[in-house]
């Protein structure tokens, strides 16, 4: 079974940009400067990731074929637990669950469960992708996710 992988870097493009609005949304509801700061700072991380799917999705688009061969259906049976809101719900925005009450430890314990979420997402990807140089950029973002869980985690112990 073949898929499109232009519309796995469309769904991906829509994480980034809802982590950055998640963020955005964390960082007015946060007293503290330095919490306001990281959640800003984290903002503007998820805009880049945004920026670099859609260049991605771009080259894919210039590319002859943009298919990926999936003789064993794994992409497809993944892709199948993403859409059936297995992986995470897509339809749910991460910005609803902020309702302005938490603590910076509330939105810190969110914002590590929707960076482990998205990894799990991008690491479909990248088994998806397989050889595709794009891999590469992929995997570079699940470091950059993995960071974000470190500094959030170490931000975690620092407020308790």
């Not at 330095?34 to 880049?48: I, P, S, T, V």
């Not at 059936?84 to 910005?95: K, Q, T, Y």
Request: glycine share 4%; no cysteine; hydrophobic share 40%.
């Amino acid at each position: 079974m073949d898929f499109n992988i232009d519309e796995i870097f469309e769904i991906a493009e829509k994480i980034e940009h809802n982590g950055a609005r998640f963020y955005r949304k964390a960082a007015r509801n946060v007293k503290e400067f330095e919490h306001k700061r990281l959640f800003l700072e984290l903002a503007e991380m998820e805009d880049n990731h945004e920026k670099t799917f859609a260049i991605m999705r771009s080259r894919i688009r210039q590319n002859a074929s943009p298919e990926v061969f999936d003789p064993n259906h794994e992409a497809a049976i993944f892709l199948q637990a993403f859409a059936d809101g297995f992986v995470f719900d897509l339809n749910e925005d991460p910005v609803d669950l902020l309702k302005g009450r938490e603590s910076a430890t509330d939105i810190l314990h969110l914002a590590i469960g929707l960076e482990k979420d998205s990894i799990v997402f991008y690491l479909g990807i990248e088994k998806i992708m397989l050889i595709d140089e794009n891999s590469g950029h992929v995997r570079s973002i699940i470091k950059e996710e993995m960071n974000h869980i470190s500094l959030l985690s170490q931000k975690l112990t620092d407020l308790t």
